[in-house]
């Protein structure tokens, strides 16, 4: 590129100049025909603003609180895999960035730092994402280290009874990356002649007998909040609420699963209204822009989860690369909000935003 980064989506071509094309397209890739892949963005394009006018925004306050814990804007880093393979610092410097823009990171349990590692990066808030393995030891004792070093949330995805058919590692047969906090635990060698070897490691690890009767046996092992991951329906939201979680993040794994489920923004007013305000609804997926953090807002999330632009900054300038995504997008954020005369984030309602199904009614 022949000048700097003026939004997220610029780091998205610095990152596919700086990585292998195996790397970039792990990061990048979604399941089969990626069509929710792009309806995660293109959801979003389909929500309009109604501004307000003649609204005193001479100061704008993002800042919110998630969990009790307050932050600067409610834009946090969602758990990805695997940071080392955009950057030699890995996690670390994620985690670094993130403490500098005074936002929760979310450790990924595929981290190749290991969960101690980045808990003795800095001083910051952190949350923890968990997958079930067939042994469930392994899976307590990951939850116990992570109380241990201070993490204050366990973040449980649900969406992944077996890997989705993600075809770009099949066809570059990706291998596994090392999970640091898995060393002398599990052996991630596994056999396979065809296609991604990451594919083959998760389908031996994971637990596909993962069921809601599973909440109370996490929840008998640690005291931390738990949340969980990958609902897209008011069905599932209820049985949330009903298994006393302590939070929902509305995701389809950055459509990275299952191909044609529904883009997270177009669901979440259905999740929303499920819960009732009993407990904390978040989203993840699709998020480029502070108008989509705005639009999500206005739609009920607390907060929103970034993914693949926090990868896409890290590959291409490190931590700072981080550190620039996010200020980007906390910058747009305040824009957003001062041009739709809203100074703070209790002020974003469901009336500065319209959606398709907003029109329905008019079109009968």
């Given amino acids: 590129m022949s000048s700097e980064p003026v939004n997220v989506n610029d780091f998205k071509e610095l990152a596919r100049l700086a990585l292998p ?15 929710t892949l792009r309806e995660n963005i293109q959801a979003f394009y389909r929500i309009t603003i109604r501004p307000r006018v003649l609204v005193d925004v001479s100061k704008v306050d993002m800042s919110t609180t998630i969990l009790g814990h307050h932050i600067s804007a409610p834009i946090l880093v969602a758990p ?13 410097a994620t985690a670094r960035a993130a403490a500098a823009v005074k936002t929760i990171m979310v450790l990924s349990y595929s981290s190749t730092c290991s969960i101690e590692e980045v808990a003795s990066s800095c ?21 116990q280290r992570a109380e241990r070093c201070g993490y ?14 993600r075809e ?67 069905e599932d939201a209820t049985k949330a609420v009903e298994a006393g979680v302590d939070g929902i993040i509305v995701s389809n794994h950055g459509a990275r699963q299952l191909d044609f ?31 989509d953090v705005f639009k999500a807002l206005a739609l009920g999330a607390q907060a929103v989860l970034i993914g693949r632009p926090v990868i896409y900054g890290l590959a291409a300038k490190g931590e700072e690369g981080v550190r620039t995504v996010m200020e980007m997008l906390k910058n747009e954020l305040e824009t957003s909000m001062a041009l739709s005369g809203c100074p703070s984030i209790k002020d974003i309602t469901r009336s500065h935003v319209r959606t398709h199904y907003d029109n329905l009614p008019s079109m009968l």
Avoid: C
């Avoid at 990805?80 to 670390?92: D, M, Q, R, V, Y």
């Avoid at 001083?123 to 939850?143: E, G, M, P, T, W």
């Fill in 168 to 234: 770009a590692d099949i066809k570059n047969k990706m291998i596994a990356p090392p999970v640091k906090s898995l060393e002398g635990l599990i052996s991630i060698d596994v056999k396979s002649d065809q296609g991604s070897k990451l594919e083959t490691y998760a389908n031996e690890m994971l637990d596909a007998s993962l069921s809601w009767e599973d909440i109370g046996w996490l929840r008998s092992i640690t005291t931390l909040p738990i949340l969980i991951k990958g609902v897209l329906t008011h």
């Fill in 80 to 92: 990805t895999a695997a940071h080392k393979l955009a950057f030699h610092e890995g996690e670390l």
């Fill in 152 to 165: 204050k949330a366990i973040i449980l995805t649900v969406d992944t009874p077996r890997l989705g058919r």
């Fill in 21 to 35: 094309k195996m790397y970039y397209d792990f990061y990048s890739g979604g399941a089969e025909d990626e069509h």
């Fill in 261 to 291: 489920a529904p883009a997270t923004v177009s669901v979440l007013e259905e999740v929303v209204h499920a819960v009732k305000g009993k407990i904390p609804v978040l989203l993840d997926g699709g998020v480029r822009r502070g108008t």
């Fill in 123 to 143: 001083n910051s808030v952190r949350f923890f994402q968990l997958y079930i393995f067939k042994r469930r030891d392994i899976s307590a004792l990951l939850v």
